[in-house]
């Protein structure tokens, strides 16, 4: 959950190591688009991408999956990708940052789903923006949150078309941090079902599940503050890319960042609550027990030690044969029985209207 | 509670999407007003409103009810007001917050309401402010906290009449702000009555009730805190449209704001010591029961023991017929009984003074 | 104890409400004292002050009691006091706050009154700074801690009749913030009562008196927290009205309300230590309990089904008259009984051997 | 431990109250020293101090001692000292400071000891520095930490005797702030200790011991944290009197105060750790205890209750003398006895099975 | 562990005291290198180094050991190090710092091992950087993270060759830093086992494991935290040393400190949530035992005082030959002892009944 690729330290800085783990082949493609006009198809390497961009047009280069180096090399290559960038692209798992290259933006973003309630994971989604370009690149070669944005494009009408790669930029973290919300919607769910649970059935099963919500909430918090920085960074970023129209939207886009923090803020709070909730009620079903145990022991206990008295054997006869009177004489009274009982009811009346005084029954 | 609507990840930015939960047909008002002239009514669509405002005067448009969004659409365009704002007006559970666009200013502020002691409910108001008119937005057409202010306009006198829109802005957002004092007063009472509970009869239902009012008080935080910040962001605004004689007002504001927040972090505490007087009230509870099972069992134990003792059957004779005098010849001894029930009384009350030295009973 | 007065919310800024709890005539005085001249005299109403201020004199006009609005006004009127001033002067249980208002600063403050060591009051003072006049108001018109001040001004010497209503403002502010002192070393003495009684001999009470204190210490902080931003403002304020000579003495005091503020931060702490000790000295109590408890019980549980064993009535002769000689013999042996003595001697003796070792006894 | 001796409030500012608890006569001896040149002497009065200090020479005045006002006094008319300052140089416990007056700057810190491993006292050094002159002032007249950086100063060599008044007050507030080192080693050794004692055998003394370290680290920590902010203030005034030669080794102070209060910070954090340690070891062995408890009833409880059913008296004839086979017969059995024990036996199995798989054995 | 070398208090600043602890003879060699030409060998003394470095050349002097003072102090002499920085380098276990004197930068690092997954042990490297040198000292003088560096300059390409001693720093640094992340991948690994372990099979060495795990992550984040703010300080540094080619290397850095204290954050988080797991673990399975005694004691007990009763030896005759029917006549019943049993079941199965609705079985 908190593993981040790192190279081998010492590695000397910019080494572009395979991923071990990415599998299945990359899948390039880009769109090119301007008010009037659209193209997009899937290339196989870096030589297919039109050689010029039109003026006023942009050029979005999309990688899928980080398998093959080479490809990577060659797009650093024909856009002059700063080597330290790429090697964050390939050490997937990063803290999401923003960061201005002499010629061009840097953007990493994590991108989360939700499997199940309990788990999370993130996608990392490295975004270059250029003069007329944009280039992003993701881990996996499957799912995206990126479909609307594609759609929006193709469609044409809004803004997308008319404006430059900035405002793709912002479309594309917009889907990214706007995919928060249903994650959040879920945990939001499955938050208030616990809380009925912990109070009505807690169970050994709780404190975990409460464990994982919490661990949930800290990694999404851990990919989510950050990103808010990136918002703020890119927003009040002095970069000529960044253009003055877009900084409306980046605005709009930082404040659906805070509302998100504050929700996971929120629902860490609950998850508090839920864990104290717990304890409590698990210290007061014991105290409950207790109560029960402590009632019907102290009741039986001295009832028990005085039918032990009077079954003791004690005789009227010495060895010798002389009387001993003093030897449990009650046992032959005539009415010793009925009077044992009595006795005895009165003990256990007493001490029920001692433990009822406490409220103890 | 913690319910935000969004809209889908990967819609355009500034889609107006209907609400679906919004009922009955939004109330569009009017009023004009200048320090000698006021004018109120009713209407039906925007195209009723008067087509130019007389120097001098404001104009107070009111909406509420956000089911019709095309009569949105229309006192968008009819007063330019901007796509991204007019959303956040759909996405009602907004946090409060304050933004200056091109000619109009636009502020988002929770109107709190409590039902119960327990529950909160927040009603979203969205304001915008221009030149001479200031257009207000409630999520419900039902109830709100504006009468006051209204009735303050008609009467005329003070300040109302003769200040700009931003005063009327400063107007409404004090009436929200103020409706706090009475919703945390009942708080404040609700608690100080639990107080009492926690230390006399602490029950199940506490940890519940105690988390209840936790969380009420993080729903009221995380309204009030931004609509501080919404208030010092007008009152250090540079925007021509908020006035110098209004400031001072809302310096007034913002103080309110800050005292309000005093009040929830005091009360956020007072709950905290709640259920930490809880659990101990429990624990020393259970310690108490504990005591007195100890106390009882302790005493009888031992005795229980010895009744047992001489309960037992062994034989003055083998089955050979031998005499076997080793075999309880207690039971034989002329005071054995009287001289059992004299030891049973010693440790007993032994047992009962180092009880009573330890403080156990 | 939180309780803050506030107007009907709607209300139009500036009201003057009557305060429903005042009680008894205010008392209005005022002193006129220059380096070498000092008058002062109790009147009945605002026409009665001194028209004019003799060039280099001060003017101290003292209002103590709430229960008369008009004077309130009257004095606003003379003075041109602004009406927000005036309305936050009447709602008492404000947050202590220094304000310039265009002729004159305003300050409110807290005076502390410890009634008891675990109850605080507060009573909230207002005071106006003028060019050549101060006007100070308190809220209740007995007890204040103002009388040394007075007595100074009389006896002369030193600087406060040399200097302007500025040094009287510090010097009324340096009465209150020090007579935190004294109800500070009243709440630590019984602070380290209260360390000693939760280590020996803790008891319900204790959760609710540490309670109490953490109550008392955060009721404190909410006074005293501000009150330094009120000197800390005063000291960095541009208002020609705080001569250069003045604020040497105002960095002092501001000494004295961090002190203050460090004190109360130490408290709180130790308020948390003993909630902490107390807890955890409860459950040490329960562990002993539950350790002689377990103790005894372990050692007798056995014994007592070992004698209950030889209490059993087996016959050595079956229904039909045939011997049955494997039931129980043990009860015809020789030395049975003073054998199954020694045997439960034994057992006994290992439990006590392995209770030992464990440190249960 | 957390007085601070305070002024009657209302008391005039800058008024010096004698110190009751000062005992013995202070003592005052100067020291004059240049490179070349150096001569000391213990003085009766502060006109015994030489008249003038030759040029590049520094005079180092040293009052150990408070019980005498008079003394104070001349000092401060001599060298001109601010009056307010005097005070605090009365009013021990101050929390450290600096400040800059007219013609000196004033320092105030405060001197640790150890006086055994729970206790720390704090003795208040306050240091006046102006052009070539440097007063210290001791609250006690005997034990200090600057002998070594008297020695120095006899010695020569090194930096001191070519340096400034400023270099002495670098030189005496480094003695002060790194004789903190060595009592926090003899705390880090303790809290060692603390932590073996705590797993191995916690008894109640523990968490008295524990608390106690806490409010050692709290006041060491309330001294140690202003004393950093005195040498960052030092380091960046813009006071002629601290040269620029001197800052270099002011900087290296600032390290060590910071590497104090991350040792602090860190002990704290181990007090924490060692009571939440504390907390479970003792919740565990309720836990053992309950278990042995648990184990040794539950499995004889139910033999006990075997026993006692063989020991009840139903007779084989009834009253009227009728046979009632019913009644018992298993008494009459050849083999009853072994039988019940054989039954009672595999009972006793059966529940140590069950209390293994539970892991309660 | 927390443990700091430090001077005696009052001693001299920059005294350099010999290391006690430190063993073996230093290992003292050089490494000059350019573009084109690399030169090393290991040396006896300071003055086998060369005289000159040749224009483009970087030299990187490395002294592996602390036990020769003479040296460091030659090696001082030889570069004009600063005392104060030369006594730091000698004061093992300082805090990482960046310090700029007039004719050097000056570093210090901890560079981390991990013993083991609870133990860590941080050896202080100190770097000197000058125009066109590089000293770097090493605590001990065996093991470190350099040898990729070196071997990275051996072989050449990359940047190494090309850049000065500012980039060489970084490459030590960057060295030092990675380290981290192999540490924190063990300590994650061990973490997320003591998970298991706490869920299911809670043990007293538990709570001592967790205790070390917070504490190694602490003493990881004081090494760590102010790493990060040397990086930064060099980053931000105005000094001509550090070319600003080197800066976007050291942004990359600084990126991988954040990333470092965000684990070592997240780990924290996880340890606290470790512990709470362990008493809510600890205190459910308690509760479970008393759960199990509870039953079995609330059923037996009415059982045992049954039988109890009719083991009692009441007689039906007096002691003077009376019949006494009311003694015990139920043992003459017929069915008695049926009867008897019958009630016993009826109990016993309603006591379950009891409990099992109450889910305590």
């Given at each position: 959950?908190?593993?981040?690729?790192?190279?081998?330290?010492?590695?000397?800085?910019?080494?572009?190591?395979?991923?071990?783990?990415?599998?299945?082949?990359?899948?390039?493609?880009?769109?090119?688009?301007?008010?009037?006009?659209?193209?997009?198809?899937?290339?196989?390497?870096?030589?297919?991408?039109?050689?010029?961009?039109?003026?006023?047009?942009?050029?979005?280069?999309?990688?899928?999956?980080?398998?093959?180096?080479?490809?990577?090399?060659?797009?650093?290559?024909?856009?002059?990708?700063?080597?330290?960038?790429?090697?964050?692209?390939?050490?997937?798992?990063?803290?999401?940052?923003?960061?201005?290259?002499?010629?061009?933006?840097?953007?990493?973003?994590?991108m989360i789903y939700n499997e199940g309630t309990e788990t999370l994971c993130g996608e990392q989604v490295s975004i270059f923006v250029g003069e007329n370009v944009l280039i992003s690149i993701q881990e996996d070669?499957?799912?995206?949150?990126?479909?609307?944005?594609?759609?929006?494009?193709?469609?044409?009408?809004?803004?997308?078309?008319?404006?430059?790669?900035?405002?793709?930029?912002?479309?594309?973290?917009?889907?990214?941090?706007?995919?928060?919300?249903?994650?959040?919607?879920?945990?939001?769910?499955?938050?208030?079902?616990?809380?009925?649970?912990?109070?009505?059935?807690?169970?050994?099963?709780?404190?975990?599940?409460?464990?994982?919500?919490?661990?949930?909430?800290?990694?999404?918090?851990?990919?989510?503050?950050?990103?808010?920085?990136?918002?703020?960074?890119?927003?009040?970023?002095?970069?000529?890319?960044?253009?003055?129209?877009?900084?409306?939207?980046?605005?709009?886009?930082?404040?659906?960042?805070?509302?998100?923090?504050?929700?996971?803020?929120?629902?860490?709070?609950?998850?508090?609550?839920?864990?104290?909730?717990?304890?409590?009620?698990?210290?007061?079903?014991?105290?409950?027990?207790?109560?029960?145990?402590?009632?019907?022991?102290?009741?039986?206990?001295?009832?028990?030690?005085?039918?032990?008295?009077?079954?003791?054997?004690?005789?009227?006869?010495?060895?010798?044969?002389?009387?001993?009177?003093?030897?449990?004489?009650?046992?032959?009274?005539?009415?010793?029985?009925?009077?044992?009982?009595?006795?005895?009811?009165?003990?256990?009346?007493?001490?029920?209207?001692?433990?009822?005084?406490?409220?103890?029954?």
């Amino acid at each position: 959950m908190f593993k981040k690729r790192y190279s081998r330290p010492g590695t000397a800085p910019a080494t572009l190591n395979p991923l071990p783990s990415a599998a299945g082949t990359p899948v390039l493609r880009f769109m090119e688009y301007g008010p009037d006009h659209i193209s997009e198809s899937v290339i196989r390497s870096v030589s297919e991408l039109p050689a010029e961009v039109m003026k006023g047009n942009v050029l979005w280069i999309e990688l899928n999956g980080l398998a093959d180096v080479n490809l990577l090399k060659a797009l650093g290559e024909r856009f002059n990708l700063h080597p330290l960038a790429l090697e964050d692209v390939l050490n997937v798992g990063q803290r999401p940052k923003f960061e201005t290259y002499e010629n061009h933006l840097f953007i990493i973003a994590q991108m989360i789903y939700n499997e199940g309630t309990e788990t999370l994971c993130g996608e990392q989604v490295s975004i270059f923006v250029g003069e007329n370009v944009l280039i992003s690149i993701q881990e996996d070669h499957e799912t995206d949150v990126f479909e609307p944005v594609r759609q929006r494009i193709r469609v044409g009408g809004g803004y997308v078309r008319k404006m430059g790669p900035d405002y793709l930029a912002y479309a594309l973290l917009d889907a990214i941090v706007d995919h928060c919300f249903p994650v959040l919607e879920i945990i939001g769910e499955a938050l208030e079902e616990m809380e009925n649970e912990v109070l009505n059935k807690p169970n050994p099963r709780t404190v975990g599940t409460v464990h994982n919500f919490k661990r949930t909430l800290m990694q999404l918090r851990r990919f989510v503050w950050p990103e808010r920085d990136v918002v703020s960074a890119m927003l009040h970023s002095d970069s000529q890319v960044i253009r003055k129209e877009t900084r409306i939207f980046l605005r709009d886009l930082y404040d659906h960042t805070v509302q998100i923090m504050d929700l996971i803020e929120a629902y860490r709070e609950v998850t508090t609550g839920l864990f104290e909730m717990y304890l409590s009620s698990v210290s007061l079903r014991t105290n409950e027990i207790m109560r029960v145990l402590t009632v019907i022991s102290a009741i039986f206990i001295p009832l028990t030690f005085i039918v032990g008295l009077y079954g003791m054997n004690f005789q009227p006869t010495t060895t010798a044969g002389d009387a001993a009177p003093a030897n449990m004489p009650e046992l032959h009274w005539k009415y010793g029985y009925p009077l044992v009982l009595g006795v005895m009811a009165l003990i256990a009346a007493g001490q029920i209207y001692f433990f009822k005084r406490k409220k103890w029954m």
